[in-house]
T-cell receptor
């Protein structure tokens, strides 16, 4: 399977714990995106990387959130001191990075986080 | 005003019906447009890009109206399997780069 993969698919944690999610993009894609999606809403942009550089972060990304893409391949998203409001689906997407209609984003299956 | 707006629905239509969704966007410099489909508790999947001249893929037709800043998706001969949420996506310039902006999605239910 050469699509975007995410791990874990589901995570249940207690409030105050730290969690880390992993995303493996399509191998030839240099752009990687993280989104958060809650019920009844579209995906909300969190951050994106071009290769290993984190180029933009949404103001939704509080200081409890950090993302890395150390070698320009896989990425991790860490949430520290989780809160119940962090419960959501965390989606990763990758693209080839060529502006325009060729820069199609392909999504992974998501990590569903539940904070108790 | 939201950057990308969609009617959340749900649109309940009988099998075989034709249904259309619109999506409006606020940034006139927006460059590319897409429709994604999302099934319940699944990831979004690209349905089709939207070209300036309009484009068709089987039963699906997408149109772009730059003057009025909206895109549309028309589904003909609806199937039960078309039941899903349809997300409008706009690529808009920002701070020397560009960003993807998703609408909240329009829910479609096709009824037997």
């Amino acid at each position: 399977d050469t699509g975007v993969s995410q791990d874990p698919r589901h995570k249940i944690t207690k409030r105050g714990q730290n969690v880390t999610f992993r995303c493996d993009p399509i191998s030839e894609h240099n752009r990687l995106y993280w989104y958060r999606q809650t019920l009844g809403q579209g995906p909300e942009f969190l951050t994106y990387f071009q290769n290993e550089a984190q180029l933009e972060k949404s103001r939704l990304l509080s200081d409890r959130f950090s993302a890395e893409r150390p070698k320009g391949s896989f990425s991790t998203l860490e949430i520290q001191r989780t809160e119940q409001g962090d419960s959501a689906m965390y989606l990763c997407a990758s693209s080839s990075g060529h502006l325009g209609r060729t820069d199609t984003q392909y999504f992974g299956p998501g990590t569903r986080l539940t904070v108790l | 005003r939201k950057e990308v707006e969609q009617d959340p629905g749900p649109f309940n239509v009988p099998e075989g019906a034709t249904v259309a969704f619109n999506c409006t966007y606020s940034n006139s410099a927006s460059q590319s447009f897409f429709w994604y489909r999302q099934d319940c508790r699944k990831e979004p999947k690209l349905l089709m890009s939207v070209y300036s001249s309009g484009n068709e893929d089987g039963r699906f037709t997408a149109q772009l109206n730059r003057a009025s800043q909206y895109i549309s998706l028309l589904i003909r001969d609806s199937k039960l399997s078309d039941s899903a949420t349809y997300l409008c996506v706009v690529i808009a310039p920002t701070s020397g780069t560009y960003k993807y902006i998703f609408g909240t999605g329009t829910r479609l239910k096709v009824l037997a």
